[in-house]
């Protein structure tokens, strides 16, 4: 498969990535040997990046059943929700125990709001712990995830953040505006969530087909079983 230099990490990924959230049983996910069986069966084709988060539920510990001895194959991002410096190195222990790794390439402040922004990157913030993970060798990389196109745009600007994570489909196209150009000035790397909207569209063909036109690196998608893994990989590689 088809591999992208991920902005100034350096990191080769390839274009089509996995999403968490069908990765764990409590959110849209199947049973446990499903969710084995799909991440295995992607590693087996060539992707090698997946994306979760402490607040999946159990899908990071289902990643790390298969990271136990396919960590050399796979890239991996997650995430905390948490906005204190405290409460994020409680969660990236946390997530490294689940993952059964002993580094995240890049750990990501989750869903930031506008209204967050001052406290997560204030002095012994949030921010400060991201970046004490990353002098201690516990990740590599700092990225950031809104659903906020102003936050991003914001943020991207201080260059604190190696990659930034946002929704972008048919119908939710703001970042088309300023935010894919600043992040490709920046050498920002761009990850796509919900390419099908959440689930709303069902062609996806023409939903790849929409994003490859644009200068995003990777897209990410959830899958929960063997069959829409295989469907979706019909397209990946247009």
Not at 31 to 44: G, M, P, Y
Not at 91 to 119: C, F, M, N
Not at 197 to 202: I, Y
């Amino acid at each position: 498969m088809r591999k992208v230099r991920l902005g100034r990490t350096g990191l080769q990924v390839t274009r089509w990535a996995l999403g968490g959230i069908p990765l764990s049983t409590m959110m849209g996910g199947r049973d446990e040997e499903t969710i084995n069986r799909v991440i295995n069966a992607a590693l087996d084709y060539g992707i090698n990046f997946v994306d979760t988060s402490r607040v999946y539920m159990d899908s990071e510990a289902n990643i790390g059943e298969v990271m136990k001895t396919r960590r050399k194959e796979c890239l991996i991002a997650s995430k905390s929700h948490s906005r204190e410096y405290d409460t994020v190195m409680a969660d990236l222990e946390e997530s490294l125990k689940a993952l059964q790794t002993d580094r995240i390439d890049i750990y990501q402040v989750h869903e930031l709001y506008p209204r967050e922004v001052e406290g997560v990157m204030k002095k012994g913030g949030a921010l400060d712990a991201f970046k004490k993970a990353r002098d201690q060798g516990m990740i590599d990389f700092i990225g950031l995830t809104s659903h906020h196109v102003s936050v991003m745009l914001d943020l991207v600007k201080t260059g604190e953040f190696d990659t930034v994570m946002f929704p972008f489909n048919v119908i939710e196209r703001e970042p088309e505006k300023e935010l894919l150009s600043l992040a490709r000035s920046k050498d920002v790397g761009t990850l796509v969530m919900k390419p099908l909207a959440g689930g709303v569209f069902t062609n996806i063909e023409k939903c790849f087909k929409f994003l490859n036109g644009y200068p995003v690196d990777v897209i990410l998608n959830g899958v929960a079983s063997l069959d829409e893994l295989k469907e979706d990989l019909k397209w990946a590689e247009m």
